[in-house]
């Protein structure tokens, strides 16, 4: 895994994004996106121009490990529904239930060196109501319980000094079990109540790996 230093160079020198923006010219949302570990891909020229400005190298604005960790998840239970009266044309769209089995994976420079095994569960069912197009009542936050036996994850992560990569792996981790959640709630109704609705908006789905970040 590649991640980058950025907020921890901030932090050192007690800058804010506003004022890297403000000197650079770099763009408030591509600090964010680096900082909040959501880019995919930083271009050379930011690079240059961010390690100029915090006095550092590439070696320095860089974190690196063999290590990379990989998301499988099975879902052992889902119970969704999407009911609309035809008449009077009210409905109701949620998740009663989901309980699934999470493997994380992971290898060293392309090996496998361990598997964990992690619970997955909905806290409180989650319902919306509405009338015809208009949402009356509900929510589509989802929050899913995760638990790892025994600590095993976090004395793993502890072993291999993984504390730099928290937020990137936390995001990937985020965006399996968000994936997991809506397809198979999805296919549980044979429709898409769950993908995004020019109405409704996103459905939102919350599930924290059970590692402390530091």
């Given at each position: 895994m590649i991640t980058n230093k950025l907020s921890v160079l901030m932090a050192e020198r007690n800058l804010k994004a506003t004022r890297i923006a403000s000197d650079t010219g770099i763009a408030r949302s591509?600090?964010?996106?680096l900082t909040s570990e959501n880019s995919k891909m930083i271009q050379f020229e930011t690079i240059n121009t961010l390690c100029q400005y915090?006095?550092?190298?590439p070696s320095g604005f860089f974190e690196y490990t063999p290590i990379d960790v990989h998301f499988d998840i099975e879902v052992t239970n889902i119970e969704a529904f999407n009911r609309i009266?035809?008449?009077?044309?009210?409905?109701?769209?949620?998740?009663?239930?989901?309980?699934?089995?999470v493997f994380v994976k992971f290898t060293d420079r392309g090996n496998h060196i361990k598997t964990i095994e992690l619970s997955a569960k909905l806290k409180d069912e989650v319902v919306q109501s509405?009338?015809?197009?208009?949402?009356?009542?509900?929510?589509?936050?989802?929050?899913i319980d995760i638990n790892s036996k025994d600590d095993e994850l976090q004395k793993f992560w502890n072993e291999k000094n993984l504390y730099p990569f928290y937020s990137i792996v936390g995001n990937q981790f985020s965006t399996s079990v968000y994936q997991s959640v809506i397809n198979s709630a999805n296919d549980a109704v044979d429709d898409d109540p769950f993908a995004k609705h020019p109405t409704f908006g996103d459905w939102k789905v919350s599930a924290v790996l059970p590692i402390l970040p530091f």
């Open positions: 591509t600090l964010t996106g915090l006095g550092t190298d009266n035809s008449e009077s044309l009210n409905w109701n769209t949620g998740i009663s239930d989901y309980s699934a089995d509405g009338a015809e197009d208009f949402v009356l009542s509900g929510s589509t936050s989802v929050n």
